[in-house]
């Protein structure tokens, strides 16, 4: 049962236009959110987070929206660049509820800017 | 070097065989987390430490895995008799603190094939 779901594992966009990618999480126990980004054959790299308390953060072309209610949270690229093109992942942790620092992940999706 | 480093980068071991995966975390970095990733999912944890203790070890899928931290620096994961179903990218990644609100620096991986 997955507790973080990416629903679309690929998404392609435009030079210079907007790019979504969408996260959903089943877990209420989750109160912080983060994106990675990840190039073949590296690791993943940390992007941008936000926490329960709040419903957006932004820094430079990233900006993440958290919708507690409906337990979504999406990332915004704006504007795209090919340089973004990479597999973004979606993770949360129930830090405040007495667990492990432990991140919880999902599936990933492949973003493609096409020049 | 700056970041996390992971040896090997690649593995193949026979089914049967004991492998052990190497980690040199951030120096100084606290937290140290091991975290697999099967093909074409995202990352799913395993284990954590801060210093030399384990403090959660839950994600461990069997006893055939190990993890140690002898001196609070470098971690080896040890997997024995391994299985078909081990094969995985093994990453680790290594923070401050056990502050999430901090960045989680993530190594490159080891490739683990076992035939």
């Known amino acids: 049962d997955q507790q973080v779901k990416q629903n679309s594992p690929s998404l392609s966009v435009q030079e210079g236009r907007i790019s979504i990618l969408n996260c959903d999480y089943t877990n209420s126990m989750f109160d912080y959110f983060l994106w990675y980004k990840k190039y073949p054959a590296e690791g993943p790299t940390f992007l941008i987070s936000i926490s329960s308390i709040k419903d957006k953060n932004e820094d430079g072309r990233f900006t993440v929206f958290l919708n507690k209610s409906a337990k979504h949270l999406s990332l915004h690229i704006v504007p795209s660049q090919p340089g973004d093109s990479a597999v973004y992942f979606c993770?949360?942790?129930?830090?405040?509820?007495?667990?492990?620092?432990?991140?919880?992940f999902g599936k990933g999706t492949k973003l493609t800017v096409n020049p | 070097g700056a970041g996390v480093s992971q040896s090997p980068r690649y593995k193949v071991a026979k089914r049967g065989q004991d492998v052990a995966l190497r980690c040199d975390p951030i120096?100084?970095?606290?937290?140290l987390f091991w975290y697999q990733q099967a093909l074409g999912q995202g990352p799913e944890f395993l284990t954590y430490?801060?210093?030399?203790?384990?403090?959660?070890k839950s994600g461990l899928p069997s006893d055939r895995f190990f993890a140690e931290r002898p001196e609070g620096s470098v971690s080896t994961l040890k997997i024995q008799r391994t299985q078909q179903e081990d094969s995985a990218v093994y990453l680790c990644?290594?923070?401050?603190?056990?502050?999430?609100?901090?960045?989680?620096?993530f190594g490159s991986g080891t490739q683990l094939s076992v035939l």
């Open positions: 120096s100084g970095h606290v937290s």
């Open positions: 990644a290594s923070s401050l603190a056990g502050n999430l609100n901090e960045k989680l620096f």
């Open positions: 993770a949360a942790s129930a830090r405040n509820q007495g667990g492990s620092e432990k991140l919880v």
């Open positions: 430490f801060q210093n030399e203790a384990q403090l959660d």
